[in-house]
Structure formats: C-alpha cells, structure tokens
C-alpha cells in the first residue's frame, strides 16, 4: 500500500512538472512572437535575416531600417514578417527631387512586387516606407525608373496591381538592394 502511495505521489509529480514545462514553453514562444529579444534566435518561423546592404555610395545610401516595431534593423538581424512589417528604409542621397525611385521586392522564384508609395525624396535625403517583405522575398531592391517607368508603376497603384511580374521597366536600374535570407 505504501508503494503505490509513493507510485501515485510520484506520477502526480511528474504530471505537475510537465504542466509547468508547458506553460514556460508556451511563455517562451509568447515572448519571441511579441517582443522577439531575448529570445529571437530561438523563434524561426517568419523571420527574413538582413545578409546583405548594397547602396550606391554615394549617389543612393541605405542608413536606416527601422521595423513596425520601431526595431534598428542591420545587417545579421532578423525580422519577422508576419509582425516586423511594414518597415521603413532612409538614407541620403544625391538625386534631385524630381528623379523617381521605387521600391520592388523580388521572390525566389524571380517575381517582383511593386512597394507603395514610392520612395520619397527631399533635402537630400531619402524615405521609403510601407516595404512589405512577405514570405519567400529575396531582395528589396531600390529601382531608379525614367518618366514612362514612372508612370507604368503609377498605372500599377491605380490600378491596384499588387500581384508578380517578371520585368522591370525598360530603362530602369537597380540602384541599390538588401539582399534577405
């Protein structure tokens, strides 16, 4: 009688000891999707990872990444793009105004997708807000356009185009990029 007292006493314990894990997992991952620090490298799922930053020095210079949860994003830093988007990219430049630059985010199967608005320049300085890096993005790429290429992407946003297409304008170029894993 006593043994099965001591068997039930320990089995209630390892019931208890189990429920405790749970709810600390279950804390855990309730940590890493709202605050992501200090637990972000466990937390993979819907991360991009930042490998690579190519600006055009010192034409067209990416300075600033900033996440949806006002988080200073570089280069090995992680976002997650169910919750750290849209973000907002800035830097400075040497264009004029009147030069129109887009954002387009390329997919690993090639597809690009035209970002919204396009990017904003003044006094030097460059913003481009409201990137939407989604799942299997590659590239954000900065894409400098004549006043048809302009227009054609303007036709895009009228027309609420957002879905893939393979071409850039033609006469456009890619002025600098940020290359996601």
Not at 11 to 38: C, D, E, K, M, Y
Not at 64 to 73: E, V, Y
Not at 88 to 107: F, H, K, M, P, R
Request: hydrophobic residues 45%.
């Amino acid at each position: 009688m006593k043994e099965s007292k001591a068997s039930q006493s320990k089995s209630r314990l390892s019931a208890i000891i189990g429920i405790i894990a749970g709810i600390i997992a279950i804390l855990v991952g309730l940590q890493n999707l709202f605050t992501g620090w200090p637990f972000e490298v466990l937390w993979i799922i819907d991360n991009h990872k930042i490998v690579d930053i190519s600006s055009g020095k010192p034409e067209f210079e990416i300075k600033t990444i900033i996440s949806n949860s006002s988080k200073a994003l570089s280069i090995g830093n992680k976002f997650n793009y169910s919750s750290d988007i849209p973000l907002l990219i800035a830097g400075s430049t040497e264009y004029d105004e009147n030069i129109n630059i887009w954002v387009v985010c390329q997919d690993i199967y090639a597809g690009l997708y035209l970002q919204q608005p396009k990017v904003k320049i003044e006094d030097k300085s460059w913003t481009a807000s409201n990137i939407r890096p989604l799942k299997d993005m590659l590239r954000i790429m900065f894409v400098l356009v004549d006043d048809e290429g302009n227009q054609l992407f303007v036709r895009k946003t009228e027309r609420k185009e957002w879905g893939r297409f393979f071409e850039l304008p033609a006469n456009s170029r890619t002025i600098a990029f940020i290359k996601l894993k």
